[in-house]
């Protein structure tokens, strides 16, 4: 999340939904109403008939030159491969942790609007409390408060919109995304090994990566069949984990197929996908699927979301590895700084951003 300064954007009134849903209940202004052809559909069937995202169980992953690491990684690349999206359970990571940081983001969520606009998120930016990704008067908006904060490295970090309250809020964010930002170095070695590659390719690649985290709050809606929680989008990171709070609605979609795939959230793992900086680097061999989230009318949900990408000085392409004969190269070279600021300023649509970088030729979509 880069840092964007910018002035004369005028966004219109946005109502926050949370406030909306507490004083007229019944309430979906015009603006949050989708065109016919973004609308959810929202049935049972769907829920019950898709097929779950894989699920990869990271202790194998931590069993050294076995045939159980060889397995999970051939399970790995597939899911990278075929789905862009798999689960994680098994991660080692302290469940307490996982309570504290949800427990953290709902407080902040539930206080008083007054307190919460004390970190308000100015036009055009995307760091603090209220909708990222809003460009201009007349764009459709997502049912969703927003509460996002860049992490790593510190001068990213804008401390006046780190909340006092909840007063647990702060320290539970910096135990949390320390351990996230492992497992996503973890993840990443895995991912390079299950691509045939040194395990280290992309750490060293991306210098001291990037790291932000984004609160998604979705209250219930009486219309969730008119609305989304979130437009669709693909990540601008190289991975995202992605965790769900308990109790909460199945909101996640994948588009898959061209079909919209609940993801069925089990509980305590990590839901992890591919972003468009590894979408790049293997030249589209591991994809950065585009995803959004729908409302419940009588559930809420929040999601905590934590991005890694490189840092924002280095050059990145297709790597050689991923370019033959067969595979002509589909991006071009681009520092990802620019892709970031690129990225921040457009609003959610689809893999719109990725046009970015791609290389058109007669015979690319
Ligand atoms: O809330 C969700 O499940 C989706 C969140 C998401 O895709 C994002 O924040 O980029
Ligand atoms: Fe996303």
Partial sequence: MAPVPISQIKVGHIDDVQELRKSIPAAIPERFIRDMAERPTLTMETLLSSTDIPVIDFSQLLKGKTDELQRELSKLAASCEEWGFFQVINHGIDLGLLESIEKAAMDFFMLPLEE????????????????????????????????????????????????????????????????IRELCQNMLR????????????FENMFGEAVQAVR??????CSRPDLVLGLSPHSDGSALTVLQQGRDGSVGLQILRHNTWVPVRPIPNAFVINIGDTIEVLTNGKYKSVEHRAVTHKEKDRLSIVTFYAPSYEIELGPMPEFLDENNPCKYRRYNHGEYSRHYVTSKLEGKKTLDFAKIHTNSSS
């Avoid at 895995?190 to 390719?201: C, K, Q, R, T, W």
């Fill in 190 to 201: 895995y991912i390079a090994m299950s691509l045939g590659l040194n395990e280290d390719a």
């Fill in 215 to 220: 609160m998604n709050y979705y209250p219930p």
């Fill in 116 to 179: 919460k606009q004390k970190y308000a998120m100015a036009p055009g930016t995307i760091q603090g409390y209220g909708q990222a990704f809003v460009f201009s008067e007349d764009q459709k908006l997502d049912w969703c408060n927003m509460f996002a904060l860049g992490l790593e490295p510190h001068f990213i970090r804008n401390p006046k919109l780190w909340p006092t309250k909840p007063a647990e809020f702060s320290d539970a964010l910096e135990v949390y995304s320390r351990e």
